[in-house]
């Protein structure tokens, strides 16, 4: 082993130990501990320091603190409240309220990217939780493995997926994603919520919703900025992306679009100083944290004896989605799937692999989101779902109730969409 291989490992046996160890004291945010570990690549000489500027990715940045932003000012206004209580007045029963929250929850992240939902989920999921009386962790679980599932369906659904197909090069990437990952992807919706429901023990009753005082608007200007602003997120995102499938000028760098659309609203708002406080600085810092971490981890060399073993070179049929499935379980628990899709579809186009090869690219792209529902740092949206319950609902989900649901829904999920397209 050599050396860089040697201090890769340091640095990813010091994240995993200490992520296993908050599961006994959550009150250590995940964001310090990926912190001190690109702390510890850069001391390390991974990652130079002349170079962090350059290595992280500052457009999922600006759409980090957009998102934030928009939420915010919805969330403080009393728009999510409203919301929450028109979406369970729909509903009579526990299990069909559940179940339409997993549909919801999916479908919306399909078409406005599952980050965006994994912002706005929360206040809505505790709102869902507390009218059905049920534990709070079967709502958050569910907001995180079905914006997750639901994402897989197409193109724009997660930036995984958006890297893979402009990487990848798939022609007509709406149509082949819906063809192949529609009907798994809405089963998966059905069942996923059943799991929890067995796991948890929730018993079928209907609900009997008590409104709370305060649970309204309570300011109608912000909160009709905060609609505003979420509507022309979406709609400005599906409208580019259907532009670059068109061929026309299209916005590359998409995370400039929520914060341009914020940027707008800080000055209108009742208090835009306390509308930048709603931004979470502790998700921002996780993630250029995880930029550094995840570019040196990857440049030590670690992994490269692994996917010599998984996928030595180019495979075809059965045998490449299965190594494409296996490997990005396993390395996306690791790393967190967005980087793993970024380096991996590196990976896969120096084996070979072309933009015909439209089934591979796109079981890269659902493994590697499915990977997110396993452990709580495979996936992105993870992480904002638990640093908002941490920093704002002074609560959690220790790694270890997250594995207990998600290697059941993980193995699943995997399976039907596995089926469905191989």
Do not use: C
């Not at 819906?178 to 919706?189: A, D, G, K, Y």
């Amino acid at each position: 082993m050599g050396v860089s291989h040697l201090l890769g490992f340091i640095i990813l046996s010091f994240l995993l130990g200490a992520m296993i160890a908050r599961s006994r004291k959550p009150t250590i945010p995940i964001w310090s501990i990926m912190a001190f570990t690109s702390f510890l690549t850069i001391a390390f000489g991974l990652v130079r320091l002349d170079e962090v500027g350059s290595i992280i990715d500052w457009n999922v940045v600006l759409f980090l603190v957009g998102m934030f932003s928009i939420v915010g000012l919805a969330e403080s206004s009393g728009l999510f409240n409203l919301m929450g209580f028109w979406f369970i007045n729909h509903f009579e029963s526990r299990y069909h309220l559940i179940l339409a929250s997993s549909i919801f929850f999916g479908l919306l992240a399909a078409i406005s990217m599952n980050d965006t939902v994994a912002f706005m989920g929360p206040p809505l999921a505790y709102t869902v939780s507390r009218a059905l009386d049920i534990d709070p962790r079967v709502m958050f679980l569910l907001l995180a493995f079905s914006l997750t599932i639901g994402s897989v369906t197409t193109p724009i659904g997660n930036p995984q997926n958006v890297l893979i197909v402009e990487e990848s090069g798939i022609t007509a990437p709406f149509y082949e994603f819906f063809r192949m990952l529609f009907v798994p992807t809405l089963i998966n919706l059905v069942i996923t919520p059943m799991i929890l429901v067995k796991l948890f023990g929730v018993e079928e009753k209907r609900k009997s919703l008590i409104l709370i005082p305060g649970e309204s608007i309570t300011n109608k200007r912000d909160a009709a900025l905060g609609a505003l602003g979420l509507v022309s997120t979406v709609l400005i995102l599906i409208a580019n992306d259907l532009m670059q499938l068109l061929g026309l000028p299209y916005v590359e760098k998409r995370g400039l679009i929520p914060f341009f659309i914020a940027a707008a609203l800080y000055i209108v708002s009742s208090n835009p100083r306390e509308l930048l406080g709603k931004v979470d600085w502790g998700t921002i810092i996780f993630f250029i944290s995880m930029f550094i971490t995840m570019q040196g981890v990857w440049r030590s060399g670690v992994f490269t004896p692994l996917l010599s073993m998984m996928m030595p070179h180019r495979m075809e049929g059965p045998q490449a989605l299965a190594s494409i499935t296996f490997s990005s379980l396993l390395i996306s628990q690791v790393i967190s799937n967005v980087p793993f899709a970024s380096f991996f579809t590196i990976y896969m186009k120096s084996l070979g692999y072309t933009r015909h090869d439209e089934l591979y690219w796109i079981a890269l792209a659902f493994s590697s989101t499915i990977a997110g529902n396993l452990t709580p740092l495979g996936a992105a949206s993870n992480i904002i779902i638990l640093e908002y319950l941490e920093s704002r609902m002074n609560t959690t989900i220790i790694l270890k109730d997250f594995l207990k649901a998600g290697l059941i829904v993980t193995a699943v999920n995997t399976a039907l969409l596995y089926n469905d397209i191989g």
